[in-house]
């Protein structure tokens, strides 16, 4: 991990040093998002590293054949960026956390399973994972791995080392062909779609409860990384705030739950959570 002082600004610092007492001694359930990940080189739709594009839609992708193409063209190409991704700092402090018992189970909004990658368990994925995919029929899983030897084996013309600008979600900016091929459920042959929450999609409700549960008996929320524009995130803050437990925010950026929060930490959450929850 890098120098826990290094590019931790007087303020943060003393904000940490706040919040760690605060934290001490507490069930702490834990809630990221995005910007836990851009260091990793994964970009965000909000905050530091962000892009100026707009996710593809639930009605969208379901609606039309050739916005389904469009995706998974994108995704064919933009899929690396996911796959190859390695956690970062941020990623390895919670989950040597979780080790020593400092925080619980984590909550992500993130897609990308660093979590996991880190040493991570009992993590809830919100918003589902990138790395498999799903018929909206029959409910098969299928790993993200044997689609991308599907689609290169359907599409072996693509080239997919072009210089390309890549999106949050998986995804790259790249032209598209009519002529791409996308399978069906080799089961059912229903929809396939990413095993994720796309945006006008609602969290499946098991998975919510879930998660609400593991805050019920939390004694404080922590929240990395997120500017909790969504609803799905942002319910979690409300939740905790109204049964009076201390929320401690770690974000470069303005959230909604800034003025819910005991302490807001305004730092990059690589450098900030080593020394909030290990120093």
């Known amino acids: 991990m890098p120098d826990r002082e290094v590019s931790l600004s007087a303020a943060a610092a003393y904000s940490i040093d706040i919040a760690r007492e605060l934290l001490l001694g507490k069930k702490v359930v834990v809630l990221t998002g995005a910007g836990l990940s851009t260091d990793s080189g994964i970009p965000d739709y909000r905050g530091e590293g962000r892009v100026?594009?707009?996710?593809?839609?639930?009605?969208?992708?379901?609606?039309?054949?050739?916005?389904?193409?469009?995706?998974?063209a994108r995704s064919y190409v933009g899929w690396s960026r996911i796959a190859d991704a390695k956690p970062n700092a941020g990623h390895q402090s919670l989950a040597e956390a979780q080790k020593l018992g400092r925080i619980g189970r984590i909550i992500t909004q993130n897609v990308d399973g660093l979590h996991q990658a880190a040493g991570a368990t009992d993590v809830i994925d919100l918003h589902g994972r990138l790395d498999r995919v799903i018929c909206t029929g029959c409910k098969k899983l299928i790993a993200r791995t044997d689609l991308d030897t599907i689609l290169r084996n359907l599409n072996p013309g693509v080239d997919k080392n072009s210089n390309i600008e890549f999106t949050p979600d998986g995804d790259a900016e790249v032209e598209v062909s009519a002529d791409f091929k996308i399978p069906d459920c080799?089961?059912?042959?229903?929809?396939?779609?990413?095993?994720?929450?796309?945006?006008?999609?609602?969290?499946?409700?098991?998975?919510?409860?879930?998660?609400?549960?593991?805050?019920?008996?939390?004694?404080?929320?922590?929240?990395?990384?997120?500017?909790?524009?969504?609803?799905?995130?942002?319910?979690?803050?409300?939740?905790?705030?109204?049964?009076?437990?201390?929320?401690?925010?770690?974000?470069?950026?303005?959230?909604?739950?800034?003025?819910?929060?005991?302490?807001?930490?305004?730092?990059?959450?690589?450098?900030?959570?080593?020394?909030?929850?290990?120093?």
Request: glycine share 6%; proline share 4%; hydrophobic share 45%.
């Open 52 to 72: 100026a594009r707009h996710p593809m839609t639930y009605d969208v992708f379901m609606g039309s054949h050739e916005a389904r193409v469009r995706y998974w």
């Open 186 to 279: 080799p089961i059912c042959k229903s929809i396939l779609k990413p095993d994720v929450v796309f945006f006008g999609e609602s969290v499946p409700a098991i998975r919510s409860e879930m998660a609400m549960t593991e805050l019920e008996q939390a004694d404080a929320l922590l929240v990395a990384g997120t500017s909790l524009s969504v609803n799905s995130g942002m319910r979690f803050a409300r939740a905790a705030a109204k049964s009076g437990k201390p929320i401690v925010i770690v974000n470069l950026g303005a959230t909604r739950a800034d003025n819910l929060a005991i302490a807001k930490i305004e730092a990059n959450t690589s450098r900030a959570l080593e020394r909030l929850l290990i120093g």
